[in-house]
């Protein structure tokens, strides 16, 4: 395997990870979010903020994964039909 094809590998991994780790450890409730990020960045939001900020991030990761679901799905069906094609 080359350095460009374990690049490639290891940023597809990571494109798979960071969203999904991040919809695991989001929290529910938006108090904890205002409270996460005050921790991480000493920015204190409102609830309602903080209440859209969370299903922002929601959204965006979930859609993530659903692209990063069909560009895998895409490329399997790709080259499925090119191995049928070849027999």
């Known amino acids: 395997m080359n350095a460009k094809a374990c690049c490639q590998r290891g940023a597809e991994v990571v494109g798979w990870v960071v969203p999904g780790a991040t919809l695991a450890m989001l929290p529910k409730c938006p108090a904890c979010v205002a409270a996460y990020l005050a921790l991480l960045t000493g920015v204190g939001v409102s609830m309602p903020v903080a209440a859209y900020l969370r299903t922002a991030l929601l959204v965006a ?19 499925r039909a090119r191995r049928s094609c070849e027999s």
């Open 61 to 79: 990761c979930v859609s993530s994964l659903i692209y990063l679901a069909a560009r895998r799905a895409r490329k399997w069906l790709l080259a």
